[in-house]
């Protein structure tokens, strides 16, 4: 029986394939949907799975944490460095600067608390300790195939704009060991430097004619150190975050304490931050779970259509099995193998494409999910 469907549904090969074809699609887009939705909400609980709390401007919210936690673009408002010290007395605090980039890649701005919140050793090189130098992230530095050594330009805040954001050439100290995380795609810089790129600091040229503007980018040298100042009162200067590590349980809630009587920054559990978002994605989950199965159903419908017309279209078969003697049944048995085989090609074959692609389709929507 087996034998006689499969030489049966090679005879008709386009409808065959076009049957394998959508069962195929239908397990594919169901299960790499499914499992990216599920590793992308993973990978947000992940990051937010330890003691950490995030102070911040008081209108930030979850662009806060967006930003702070996995290097998202947003426009919330900054607060000023005063505040680390004012917070620092109750936790281990990481200020962050997060405002620039280097060809496409987020430029955090931090201090080496950071690294130590977060558990981040150097692979190679070491950590930057002067204006100008940086750290690069696994996934980054491989990706645009740098090294040790090798420099990297920011990207302009804004080329109509000359005498704001200052286009920095920053020099390699380290690479980072690979976490998995979103760590692995960022550039690090001490706070200083990204108040440099801010256009808080610069040099004043002994050797210049007459002043003017320059169109490329700054690099710190020996040279510039001798003229380089800041401007201004560094307390007032600007920090997008700060993470903090409370010392105690009592810490975390004269933390919070704290931020409830202050007007000027807020202090925010970001896993308790995330959770309209995640309940906003699970709900999406079972959205599309819903439209899934939906459409299934209407594939099954489409294939009851196909299978009662392609009776019809097959009675002369039918009549000929007939003639030469077979069962009545026979002719229904035939059929019924031939589903079964297309049935079993199409889901097997499903599942095997769904493991091949399932790497490109993350990909793919992560860049969808990050815009």
């Known amino acids: 029986m087996l034998k006689l469907a499969i030489r049966r549904l090679l005879f ?8 394998i074809l959508t069962l195929m699609i239908t397990v594919i887009v169901f299960l790499l949907l499914s499992s990216s939705l599920k590793d992308y909400g993973d990978r947000l609980t992940v990051r937010t799975d330890n003691d950490l709390l995030i102070a911040g401007s008081q209108a930030s919210g979850v662009d806060l944490i967006l930003n702070s936690l996995y290097f998202r673009k947003s ?94 050439k920053l020099h390699i100290k380290g690479i980072l060991k690979k976490t998995e995380t979103p760590d692995d795609r960022a550039v690090f810089t001490s706070l200083k430097t990204g108040w440099t790129m801010h256009g808080l600091g610069h040099e004043h040229p002994q050797d210049e004619e007459k002043p003017g503007l320059k169109f490329g980018y700054l690099e710190i040298t020996d040279e510039v150190m001798k003229t380089f100042h800041f401007h201004g009162n560094m307390a007032d200067y600007p920090l997008t975050a700060i993470l903090l590590k409370p010392k105690s349980a009592q810490s975390r809630a004269y933390l919070f304490g704290d931020a409830e009587a202050s007007s000027s920054y807020t202090v925010i559990n970001p896993k308790a931050g995330l959770s309209g978002f995640l309940d906003m994605l699970f709900h999406l989950d079972k959205l599309f779970l819903v439209i899934l199965v939906m459409v ?13 017309l392609n009776m019809r279209l097959r009675q002369q078969e039918k009549k000929l099995f007939d003639k030469l003697g077979f069962e009545k049944a026979f002719f229904s048995r035939l059929v019924a193998a031939e589903w079964f085989i297309l049935i079993n090609i199409g889901l097997n074959g499903g599942f095997l494409l769904k493991t091949v692609l399932n790497p490109l389709f993350k990909e793919i929507f992560d860049a969808i999910l990050k815009g």
């Open 75 to 168: 426009k919330h408002p900054t607060f000023t460095y005063n505040h680390l010290e004012i917070l620092g007395e109750s936790a281990h605090a990481a200020p962050l600067f997060i405002h620039y980039s280097a060809q496409g890649l987020t430029v955090c701005s931090t201090s080496t608390e950071y690294f130590s919140l977060r558990s981040l050793k150097v692979a190679q090189g070491r950590m930057f300790t002067k204006l100008g130098d940086c750290v690069m992230g696994a996934e980054a530095a491989e990706r645009l195939g740098l090294k040790v050594g090798d420099s990297i330009i920011t990207d302009p805040d804004n080329v109509f704009n000359p005498a704001g954001s200052v286009p920095l």
């Open 296 to 308: 299934l159903f209407v594939i099954i419908l489409l294939n009851i259509l196909v299978i009662s």
């Open 12 to 19: 008709a090969k386009v409808s065959s394939f076009i049957t």
